[in-house]
């Protein structure tokens, strides 16, 4: 590889080489963020808490929460795919999400970045944009039990990487207000498995809303 880049100039490497957004130069960067794609990264963040009988209810209901969860039923108005045999995330495992934007279907490519789980008590998880994506960024979801409450954290950051994406989220504005919105949606529904009631798991091949 290096032998081939030897052969080709600073510009040729600038434009067919370099993934877009990647700075390449000849000595190190003044300015190391000035490629960046899209908007600047923001975060947007729901809560909610729901309260139980008892510690005991709480610690079942937080658990039957989790297992929504780890079949990423997060999410209102998208499908979520799994790789074929699966129906539970796993670390490292790569996802499918589509969602309907002015009556197209997008899909992107995610994958698992991080599953912690404290039986009863607290449970993260991170699922992080790829290449293959309508977003930079990434998804954290935490849940958390303080005797008979339980806490759910839903967290968004991310920027839109394509120029068209930033069109029709109609400006940066109404794009902030929208994913604020979305942001405590989610975790308001994810808050709603915080329940004692019977498991309606859902399969990979239903609408999860």
Not at 9 to 34: D, E, K, M, N, Y
Not at 87 to 93: K, R, S
Not at 101 to 114: K, M, P, Q
């Amino acid at each position: 590889a290096a032998a081939v880049m030897g052969q080709l100039s600073l510009c040729c490497i600038r434009c067919c080489v370099a993934p877009p957004g990647v700075q390449v130069s000849t000595g190190w960067p003044t300015a190391p963020f000035a490629k960046q794609l899209g908007w600047d990264e923001k975060l947007f963040r729901g809560e909610s808490k729901v309260e139980l009988k008892d510690e005991e209810e709480a610690k079942l209901a937080f658990e039957n929460c989790v297992k929504q969860v780890r079949r990423v039923n997060i999410f209102t108005g998208s499908k979520v795919y799994f790789p074929k045999g699966k129906d539970e995330i796993e670390l490292d495992m790569q996802l499918a999400f589509s969602v309907s934007i002015d009556g197209y279907i997008w899909t992107s490519l995610e994958r698992v970045a991080l599953i912690e789980h404290e039986e009863g008590n607290h449970f993260v998880v991170v699922i992080a944009a790829e290449q293959e994506n309508i977003i930079d960024g990434y998804y954290r979801i935490r849940g958390m039990r303080e005797g008979k409450t339980v806490s759910i954290v839903f967290e968004k950051i991310q920027s839109l990487t394509g120029r068209l994406m930033r069109i029709l989220s109609g400006g940066i504005e109404r794009y902030a207000t929208e994913n604020a919105k979305y942001a405590q949606n989610s975790s308001d529904y994810i808050a709603s498995h915080v329940t004692t009631a019977p498991l309606n798991l859902q399969n990979d091949d239903e609408k999860r809303n």
